[in-house]
């Protein structure tokens, strides 16, 4: 289930936001490398521009996109490993920590975890928590706020919608 915290009016063709308001104020959130929700529940669902981009960084989509087809046409999926977490996660065994092997350029949907953004119409959308995260709410995390958004989501939030 996943919570409201703010609508997000925006521009699309200047890519700005136009106006923020926000549902849950002093909401923090800091990742914890922890990998449980974000990337060991199978691989995300894949954007064009996000195929493109892991192809122009020399990645070849054949060892890493799973074609599914759906009732609304075939989707494009990431790859998983055996015990289903992303191909790109790895585990340092000495920080105990996970990380990304493709940090840079992940897919929209990891750079907006544990948020996601539903378009309301045309320059209109919801802002929204997955509360399935350890990183939300940290004592010493980041407040989601105007400044937040424009700095870690607002590109992953366009390049969702494009």
Request: hydrophobic share 35%; charged share 30%.
């Amino acid at each position: 289930m996943a919570l409201e915290i703010a609508e997000i009016t925006f521009d699309p063709k200047a890519r700005q936001i136009r106006d923020l308001t926000f549902f849950k104020k002093n909401f923090r959130f800091k990742c914890q490398r922890c990998a449980i929700f974000c990337c060991n529940l199978g691989g995300p669902q894949l954007s064009i521009k996000d195929i493109e981009k892991l192809r122009k960084n020399g990645y070849n989509p054949e060892i890493y996109v799973n074609n599914v087809k759906k009732k609304d046409g075939n989707k494009q999926f990431m790859k998983e490993k055996e015990d289903g977490s992303c191909i790109f996660l790895k585990y340092d065994p000495e920080s105990k920590k996970h990380a990304c092997t493709i940090y840079k350029i992940r897919p929209s949907v990891c750079r907006l975890y544990p948020f996601e953004f539903l378009l309301n119409n045309r320059n209109t959308g919801t802002l929204r928590i997955i509360p399935c995260c350890r990183g939300l709410n940290a004592l010493d995390g980041k407040i989601v706020d105007h400044k937040f958004i424009k700095s870690n989501l607002l590109r992953a939030i366009f390049d969702s919608i494009d």
